[in-house]
């Protein structure tokens, strides 16, 4: 066994490892510090960081001197290093060395070359090669890398997003997945990074980095939190940005921004900010926009480019809000950090407020079982229920409307766990809530990982997490559920999953159904 320290490498046989005078240090250990270690190919290498502007060096041990020997690298930076086939494959600033076994440079690879022949600089931190061909990498800047046919052309594929939390995933009605590279803290503040955005439809990725977009870049886009796909009618895609407002990309990859220049949206009080991080399209297709604290919370983009300014009837700024939804009626839902949920339908015009209706539900109201007024998720399910996820469990409206009723009957379900009744979800933050093709419920927990739930609450079907599934984390930011297979989207605040399960959505048009899996034997 070989473990290495800041000042040393040492070595001890697994048998004699409770002794400590059977351990030795590795004999011609150069003056420290060290900073990594390398096993590969039954080779240890010791990577030394340079002090000042001298350059990082390598060492390998060799069995037969016992001892650690100086490699001749032609790189100054080394962030990591492996062999395979006698040939050397180093990380350094900027690119990947590939070295013979005399340490002579064969090529370097100084840029990735994507489908689209955009290129990309690399940065890479490890490395593992799988054959002369091939490198997988893992990349600071550019994510999860594939290396393909590196003696000819550097062309790569992504594999997952660049931050390990992606705080929204949306899937739209052609089973694309969007995931949305920004956003806000569980308190809703800005997490101020930079705007990047990701599809993934069959397994293939599509990226939009902020380095590499012009647009994103030049308008310093950051915090998106909401991607949804809009008709209106030629398809585009909708993204919300906390700070810079409502972005519109269309199929030909156009950008255009909508902010407080050119738009009704407002700015939070002093600042620059938009606060516009949530919003919906209603069954009117027209595309809703929360715009916190300002004087009319919703905006209104009609399909034919036209704003409408909601002020559904508020006396002051509603503040911060977490959640949003919009029912298949068109009544709209908003969850607040402190405030309950606010319920409203603008009627049959939205630009008259004859017939509108404004509803608040709260820890106040004497019908309601609300177990908290700090809301993280809402949704619909199958049967036209609301289901309410808060900071301290969960939360059911009968319908959209009843919320307008004197008696609103929200109540918590009950469910028997271990032989006992208590209320679903208790005292557990719910991070998101989304419903299935069977109208079982997924929830996702911020540290109890995700549960299956039936469709009304009284039974857990399942229950994950990182002691029983490949959940990389107890924490769920949020769910997608991809309408064609059934499969879970799961982001979580150390990486994305995907689950697959039975419940996939019904179909309504049956021309071009898919058996799955195929074959079926």
Wanted: charged share 20%.
């Amino acid at each position: 066994l070989f473990v290495l320290s800041d000042s040393a490498l040492w070595k001890v046989k697994l048998s004699e490892m409770g002794n400590p005078l059977s351990w030795s240090k590795v004999a011609g250990s150069p003056s420290p510090p060290y900073f990594k270690m390398v096993g590969w190919d039954n080779k240890i290498f010791v990577l030394k960081k340079g002090n000042g502007g001298s350059p990082d060096t390598a060492f390998q041990y060799v069995p037969q001197l016992q001892a650690l020997t100086l490699l001749p690298l032609p790189v100054s930076r080394i962030y990591d290093i492996k062999v395979l086939r006698d040939t050397f494959y180093i990380a350094q600033d900027y690119g990947i060395a590939v070295l013979n076994s005399s340490y002579e440079k064969l090529t370097t690879i100084w840029r990735y070359e994507d489908e689209e022949k955009k290129t990309h600089t690399p940065e890479p931190d490890f490395i593992l090669p799988l054959s002369l061909d091939s490198i997988w990498v893992a990349d600071r800047k550019n994510g999860i890398v594939k290396v393909i046919k590196i003696w000819n052309t550097s062309l790569f594929r992504f594999y997952g997003t660049f931050y390990p939390d992606p705080t929204k995933v949306f899937s739209s009605n052609d089973s694309t997945v969007y995931f949305a590279g920004g956003g806000r803290t569980l308190q809703g503040w800005p997490l101020w990074r930079e705007a990047h955005l990701y599809s993934m439809k069959s397994r293939k990725w599509k990226y939009y980095m902020y380095w590499d977009i012009p647009f994103l870049r030049s308008m310093d886009i950051r915090d998106i939190e909401t991607i949804l796909v809009w008709n209106r009618p030629d398809p585009v895609i909708a993204i919300f940005s906390y700070e810079s407002g409502l972005i519109l990309l269309d199929g030909n990859n156009n950008f255009f921004l909508y902010n407080h220049n050119n738009s009704p949206l407002e700015t939070l009080p002093n600042s620059t900010i938009t606060g516009t991080a949530l919003g919906g399209i209603d069954p009117r297709n027209n595309l809703w926009i929360v715009n916190e604290f300002s004087s009319s919370v919703f905006k209104v983009l009609q399909p034919d480019g036209r704003w409408i300014s909601i002020n559904p009837g508020l006396n002051s700024p509603w503040g911060t809000v977490l959640s949003f939804l919009i029912s298949r009626n068109g009544v709209v839902f908003a969850g607040s950090s402190k405030n309950g949920v606010m319920v409203y339908d603008p009627g049959n015009s939205l630009e008259s407020p004859a017939d509108d209706h404004l509803a608040f539900i709260d820890m106040g109201t004497t019908s309601s079982q609300l177990p908290s007024n700090t809301i993280y998720s809402l949704a619909e399910d199958r049967n036209g229920n609301i289901w309410i996820g808060t900071e301290l469990g969960v939360a059911i409206l009968p319908s959209d409307r009843s919320a307008f009723n004197p008696n609103q009957d929200i109540r918590k379900p009950v469910v028997n766990v271990n032989g006992y009744n208590q209320y679903l979800m208790e005292a557990t933050l719910v991070k998101d809530i989304e419903v299935d093709g069977n109208n079982n419920k997924w929830i996702g927990t911020w540290g109890g990982g995700l549960f299956k739930v039936n469709q009304d609450g009284t039974a857990i079907l399942a229950q994950y997490n990182t002691s029983n599934s490949p959940l990389p984390s107890n924490n769920i930011l949020d769910i997608a559920i991809i309408k064609g297979t059934g499969e879970l989207v799961i982001s979580t605040d150390r990486g994305v999953v995907v689950f697959r399960d039975t419940s996939a959505f019904p179909f309504e048009n049956v021309s071009d159904i898919v058996v799955f899996p195929n074959p079926l034997f």
